[in-house]
């Protein structure tokens, strides 16, 4: 599949990623097995689509996590959350593989994660690639050309990062896979 650019994630950030939020990829977990890493109870499975599972949190009050297949590799999406941030998930989601996280609460804190065989190898904060651990620019230095990582509070940081994702995992996230139903998960009912 090839890539759909800049421009895609640009209007994907605009349409769909507007509230906090945190979404991680995974490969080599099915979907239970990425929503136990979550501390999520599995039995509490329910279908949703992302719009659906963002007006529950807010609606409830619960933290959960939606969770779907993608080419391969697992992703999934906590609305207004980012239990992916900490470094045993990151752990537990990437000890099949890899796994990478794109953590936002707005257009000033935004944040990249990744890691590798069950280690964490980068928490990356709001910040010009030059500045990123030279264990991560080695991991990305293929994947960057044409992206910008401004520190400027706008949204273009975020459209990077989720093409950086994209091209770290040959996986082109959709208004389609977005609007279809994938599996929520409640992680916790006490916010």
Not at 58 to 68: C, F, K, M, N, R
Not at 111 to 116: K, T
Request: aromatic share 10%; net charge negative.
């Amino acid at each position: 599949m090839s890539d759909p650019g800049v421009a895609h994630y640009g209007e994907l950030v605009t349409r769909w990623m507007s509230d906090p939020a945190c979404v991680t990829w995974c490969s080599g977990l099915d979907v239970e097995q990425a929503a136990r890493c979550f501390g999520a109870d599995v039995e509490s499975g329910t279908p949703m689509t992302v719009t659906d599972a963002e007006f529950e949190h807010y609606d409830e009050a619960w933290q959960t996590v939606l969770v779907g297949s993608l080419d391969g590799w697992t992703l999934a999406i906590e609305p207004n959350g980012g239990e992916a941030r900490s470094s045993e998930v990151m752990a537990a989601l990437s000890i099949a593989g890899e796994a990478f996280t794109l953590y936002w609460n707005g257009p000033a804190q935004v944040e990249f994660n990744y890691a590798a065989q069950g280690r964490l190898i980068a928490s990356i904060p709001k910040s010009p690639v030059t500045d990123w651990p030279s264990a991560m620019k080695e991991v990305v230095a293929p994947h960057v050309p044409g992206l910008s990582f401004p520190t400027t509070p706008d949204d273009q940081w975020k459209t990077s990062a989720f093409t950086l994702a994209a091209r770290l995992s040959n996986t082109y996230l959709t208004d389609r896979w977005l609007e279809t139903e994938h599996c929520r998960f409640v992680i916790s009912t006490v916010l």
